[in-house]
Nanobody, 120 residues
Framework: VQLQESGPGLVKPSQTLSLTCSVS??????????WSWIRQPPGKGLEWVGA???????WYSPSLKSRTPVYLDTSTNQFTLQLSSVTPADTAVYYC?????????????RGQGTQVTVSS
Protein backbone atom coordinates (compact mmCIF):
# COMPACT_ATOMS: atom_id res chain seq x y z
CA VAL A 1 0.00 0.00 0.00
CA GLN A 2 1.21 3.48 -0.86
CA LEU A 3 -0.17 6.76 0.41
CA GLN A 4 0.41 10.26 -0.91
CA GLU A 5 -0.67 13.49 0.73
CA SER A 6 -1.62 16.57 -1.24
CA GLY A 7 -2.82 20.01 -0.32
CA PRO A 8 -1.87 23.68 -0.10
CA GLY A 9 1.48 24.49 1.40
CA LEU A 10 0.28 27.80 2.79
CA VAL A 11 -3.02 28.63 4.45
CA LYS A 12 -4.12 31.89 6.04
CA PRO A 13 -5.34 32.04 9.64
CA SER A 14 -9.08 31.38 10.11
CA GLN A 15 -9.31 29.50 6.78
CA THR A 16 -10.08 25.82 6.34
CA LEU A 17 -7.22 23.48 5.53
CA SER A 18 -8.13 20.66 3.18
CA LEU A 19 -5.73 17.74 2.68
CA THR A 20 -6.24 14.67 0.53
CA CYS A 21 -4.60 11.28 0.84
CA SER A 22 -4.46 9.20 -2.34
CA VAL A 23 -4.20 5.48 -1.70
CA SER A 24 -2.83 2.91 -4.14
CA UNK A 25 -2.20 -0.80 -3.85
CA UNK A 26 -5.44 -1.59 -2.07
CA UNK A 27 -9.01 -0.29 -1.67
CA UNK A 28 -9.88 2.00 1.20
CA UNK A 29 -13.01 -0.10 1.63
CA UNK A 30 -10.91 -2.95 3.04
CA UNK A 31 -12.22 -3.82 6.48
CA UNK A 32 -10.06 -3.96 9.57
CA UNK A 33 -8.04 -0.84 8.85
CA UNK A 34 -8.07 2.74 10.08
CA TRP A 35 -7.13 5.53 7.69
CA SER A 36 -5.54 8.23 9.75
CA TRP A 37 -4.06 11.69 9.81
CA ILE A 38 -1.02 12.53 11.94
CA ARG A 39 0.94 15.77 12.17
CA GLN A 40 4.27 16.96 13.53
CA PRO A 41 4.63 20.63 14.42
CA PRO A 42 8.14 22.08 14.15
CA GLY A 43 10.29 21.00 17.06
CA LYS A 44 7.58 18.76 18.52
CA GLY A 45 6.56 15.12 18.43
CA LEU A 46 3.97 13.34 16.34
CA GLU A 47 0.33 14.13 17.11
CA TRP A 48 -2.59 11.96 16.04
CA VAL A 49 -5.32 14.08 14.44
CA GLY A 50 -8.09 11.69 13.50
CA ALA A 51 -9.06 8.49 11.70
CA UNK A 52 -11.81 6.92 9.65
CA UNK A 53 -12.58 3.28 8.86
CA UNK A 54 -14.05 1.68 5.76
CA UNK A 55 -17.59 1.99 7.09
CA UNK A 56 -17.21 5.75 7.52
CA UNK A 57 -16.96 5.74 11.32
CA UNK A 58 -14.79 8.63 12.45
CA TRP A 59 -12.62 9.31 15.49
CA TYR A 60 -11.00 12.66 16.34
CA SER A 61 -8.35 13.89 18.69
CA PRO A 62 -10.21 15.41 21.66
CA SER A 63 -8.25 18.62 21.27
CA LEU A 64 -9.32 19.01 17.63
CA LYS A 65 -12.71 17.33 17.54
CA SER A 66 -14.78 20.38 16.69
CA ARG A 67 -12.55 21.31 13.78
CA THR A 68 -11.66 18.07 12.00
CA PRO A 69 -14.07 16.29 9.70
CA VAL A 70 -12.57 13.35 7.86
CA TYR A 71 -14.17 11.97 4.72
CA LEU A 72 -13.79 8.88 2.54
CA ASP A 73 -14.19 9.02 -1.20
CA THR A 74 -14.46 5.41 -2.30
CA SER A 75 -14.87 6.39 -5.96
CA THR A 76 -11.37 7.83 -6.09
CA ASN A 77 -9.75 5.73 -3.32
CA GLN A 78 -8.94 8.84 -1.33
CA PHE A 79 -9.70 10.25 2.07
CA THR A 80 -9.73 13.86 3.11
CA LEU A 81 -9.05 15.92 6.20
CA GLN A 82 -10.63 19.32 6.65
CA LEU A 83 -9.34 21.38 9.54
CA SER A 84 -11.34 24.56 10.07
CA SER A 85 -10.37 27.88 11.69
CA VAL A 86 -6.65 27.21 11.44
CA THR A 87 -4.12 29.17 13.46
CA PRO A 88 -0.31 29.29 13.31
CA ALA A 89 -0.34 26.47 15.90
CA ASP A 90 -1.64 24.19 13.13
CA THR A 91 1.61 24.63 11.19
CA ALA A 92 3.07 21.15 10.81
CA VAL A 93 4.05 18.35 8.50
CA TYR A 94 0.87 16.35 7.92
CA TYR A 95 0.96 12.62 7.24
CA CYS A 96 -1.74 10.16 6.23
CA UNK A 97 -1.49 6.52 7.15
CA UNK A 98 -3.12 3.12 7.38
CA UNK A 99 -3.00 0.92 10.42
CA UNK A 100 -4.90 -1.41 12.70
CA UNK A 101 -4.88 0.89 15.75
CA UNK A 102 -7.19 3.89 15.77
CA UNK A 103 -4.92 6.48 17.35
CA UNK A 104 -1.50 5.24 16.28
CA UNK A 105 1.02 7.96 15.48
CA UNK A 106 3.14 5.38 13.67
CA UNK A 107 0.72 3.42 11.49
CA UNK A 108 1.80 0.40 9.46
CA UNK A 109 1.93 2.48 6.29
CA ARG A 110 2.44 6.22 6.04
CA GLY A 111 2.91 8.81 3.33
CA GLN A 112 5.96 11.01 3.03
CA GLY A 113 4.15 13.98 4.51
CA THR A 114 3.26 17.44 3.31
CA GLN A 115 4.31 20.71 4.92
CA VAL A 116 1.50 23.06 5.85
CA THR A 117 2.25 26.57 7.05
CA VAL A 118 -0.43 28.82 8.53
CA SER A 119 0.53 32.42 8.05
CA SER A 120 -0.95 35.66 6.84
Amino acid sequence: VQLQESGPGLVKPSQTLSLTCSVSGGPITSSGYYWSWIRQPPGKGLEWVGAIDSSGSIWYSPSLKSRTPVYLDTSTNQFTLQLSSVTPADTAVYYCGRGRVISATTPDYRGQGTQVTVSS
